[in-house]
């Protein structure tokens, strides 16, 4: 089975460390109704990027900052639904602290809320929407958790549950480890490897100074 060595790890939020499917759902298709939009489409292309590209890209017209602020409220006040993906807490406690970080095109404070809601630790050093001028698939949100972590992208593993999250990645130079929580393994398919969750992933640290071992074994 395939063997990934790296110096940290990138993860993203929503789909890959936190189900957060039934609220995404709930509140933007709501939102999408409420503005004569398609709701199936815009749940679709709402995951993996910043509310305010989501508004633009489905509503143009629309005031996109006032509308994602309204969505954001929501979706911080909504926690109905969410749960901690299989294997996150596991891998999260093998990998040392200082070697891995989140990258997520949420809030600080949805992110915060998210992870608190599951149990799961709040990085003090994740990327957030709040920390970028351009959000996935744009590079920079990767390429400033890289830095937030100490290391090159070229050096760090990703894993990733959306097309838009795996183009930033490798946009950024980073491997990618693709997870189909939210879309299909079709649609993931620029990725280094896809794997049926966290669960699969072993992870193993010899010291501080040489490369994180992980071990897929699906």
Known sequence: MPVFACQAVLFDLDGVLVDSTPCVTRIWSAWALSHGLD???????AHGQRTVETVRKVAPHSDAAHEASIIEEREIEDTEGLRVLPGAPE?????????YTIVTSGTRRLATKRLQAV????QANMVTADDVTRGKPDPEPYLRGAAAVGF?????????????????????GATVIGVPTTYKPEELCHAAIIIPSL?????AVRDEKTPLELDISN
């Open 39 to 45: 709701p199936a489409y815009v749940v679709h292309v």
């Open 91 to 99: 891998l999260l406690a093998t990998i040392p602290p200082d070697r």
């Open 152 to 172: 090159p992208a070229s050096e760090c593993v990703v894993f990733e549950d959306a097309p838009s999250g795996i183009r930033a990645a490798k946009a950024a």
């Open 119 to 122: 149990g799961l630790p709040v």
């Open 199 to 203: 669960v699969v992933v072993r992870v």
